[in-house]
């Protein structure tokens, strides 16, 4: 075994420990910072982004995957599917808040991010994930591609960020479509 080799994986969180939380809010704000915080353009106070992370874990709509970098948590994805009282998108999930912290990127764990998601969504019979992303968020926007994403649709106006207009891209997949790419472990 190469010893030198960062030791990667992704896993599906049910509890955060004190650490974790620690490590999410680390990584975010190390997102954030570098431009590609998902909706956050300058890292929120710690309480809240704290605040946020244990949010997560308790809405039954949302699964939170966490990606490890030699030990620590560097990332995250989330995978969320329609509240009970909407039968009409009962197998329509999106993903959201993919992102790894600077230091911890192109060693595949978006890739895992995702693809975790995806296993979860079958799990749960989703057969559609939509998705979005403005379309300056280029490693996502290839990411996506390449998994199979399709883009549907652009709004010109979709964010507003630092006085500037700029445009989202919307992507869909249908489910056991996958093309190849996948080298998740998960
Ligand atoms: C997008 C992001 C999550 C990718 O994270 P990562 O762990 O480095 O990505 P991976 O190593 O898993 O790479 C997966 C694929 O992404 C694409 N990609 C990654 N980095 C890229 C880059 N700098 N330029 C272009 N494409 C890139 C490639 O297609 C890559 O596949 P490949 O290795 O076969 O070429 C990361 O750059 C990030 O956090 N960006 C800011 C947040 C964001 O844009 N989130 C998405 C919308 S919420």
């Avoid at 075994?1 to 994986?9: A, D, L, Q």
């Avoid at 926007?141 to 989202?168: H, S």
């Amino acid at each position: 075994m190469n010893k030198n080799k960062p030791n990667s994986f992704v896993q599906h969180i049910l509890a955060l420990s004190e650490s974790e939380v620690v490590d999410l809010c680390d990584a975010a704000e190390s997102a954030i910072l570098d431009g590609g915080g998902f909706g956050w353009l300058s890292p929120p106070p710690r309480n809240v982004l704290e605040r946020y992370w244990r949010g997560v874990i308790v809405v039954p709509e949302r699964d939170l995957f966490a990606a490890r970098f030699n030990g620590r948590i560097v990332g995250s994805a989330q995978l969320v599917i329609a509240p009970g009282n909407n039968e009409a998108q009962k197998y329509i999930a999106s993903i959201t808040t993919n992102f790894v912290a600077p230091w911890a990127r192109g060693h595949g764990l978006a890739r895992q991010l995702t693809l975790a998601c995806e296993l979860r969504a079958k799990k749960r019979a989703i057969k559609f994930i939509n998705l979005d992303v403005r379309e300056t968020q280029e490693a996502a926007i290839q990411m996506y591609e390449r998994l199979g994403y399709e883009r549907w649709g652009t709004n010109p106006n979709y964010a507003v960020v630092n006085g500037e207009k700029i445009a989202g891209y919307y992507y869909t997949k249908k489910l056991g479509s996958q093309k190849r790419g996948g080298k998740s472990k998960t």
